[in-house]
């Protein structure tokens, strides 16, 4: 297991140098003078010439590389160029935001379609089986800003459940934070059902043919109890692949819906400093999302021997 572990975070490495340096070479590849951007259209050019060397850029791209890589590994992710506020703790807050509302909304569809995959597997060609399958197609065909929308024109205008935009910490006040997560997380809910129910039911499929199933339905167990405790095991492993991979893209992709509720999160931050060119932020979020997906995925590999142990073995 030891062994298993020390791979995966060796493996690891690599990767996050490659994420490290791509971002670095896509906020390069952006039109535009940070040092100009900051300055403001009346500044001279020996002003825009000093500020480049304030900020490094006289130097050659490698040489900016290797500034920049030590910078962040002591924490030092820059300062924005509109505020001047340091670029770190603002990502940080702002992913916080994000993270609230993808860690929730992940753990609902998880609970709700891993086991409506399982029954749909059991049943399968049956009406509940052709009931679910149908429903997650639905639910996959449906993007996530019409849901959103939808959602808020029901519940936040037309019945006045819910508030409608904005957004409250629910370190300030717990019951208001709630109710303003709840449609953004229904939303996200509602969607990725339709795909863990697919995966769900399609791993449980293929466990449910094998040898040793029908090896444990001869010896006189229950269906319960060779789906529950034999099959569920085994076929959950892909599909936790697949919770890991939601998770990652949902932290760095929920820019759609931060903006449809109007909520402070990463991906309207991200969103926002693009608009505003604010290459510091820009580049900050860039790296912390892609760091933070190499971690969910990293976390995945780590914990997938729980089920599946012949990972371990190979």
Known sequence: MLRFILNRLVMALPTIVLVSITVF???R???????????????QPD??????VELGLDKSMPQQFLIWAGNVLHGDFGRSI?????????????????????VVAVLLASLIAVP???????RQNSLTDLVLVGTATVLLSIPTFWLGLL??????LKLGWLPVLGYVSIGDNVVGGLLYLVLPVMTLVIHEMGVLIRMARASTLEVLR???ITHARAKGLSESAVLWRHAFKNAFGPT?????????????????????????GLGRLMVDSIFARDYPVIQGCLLFVSLSYVLVNLVVDLLYPLFDPRVVAE
């Open 29 to 43: 590849l952006i039109p535009g003078d940070p040092a100009a951007l900051m300055l403001g259209d009346m500044a």
């Open 116 to 122: 409506a995959g399982v029954i749909a597997a059991w």
């Open 210 to 212: 094998l040898d040793y």
């Open 151 to 156: 959602l808020l024109l029901f519940f936040g």
């Open 47 to 52: 002003q825009i010439a000093a500020m480049r």
């Open 82 to 102: 509109v505020n001047d506020e340091a670029v770190l703790p603002l990502v940080v807050s702002r992913f916080l935001v994000s993270a609230e509302i993808v």
């Open 25 to 27: 070479a896509l906020i």
């Open 240 to 264: 936790w692949t697949m919770i890991g991979l939601i998770l990652g893209n949902l932290l760095g992709g929920i820019a759609v819906i931060e903006t449809v509720f109007t909520i402070p």
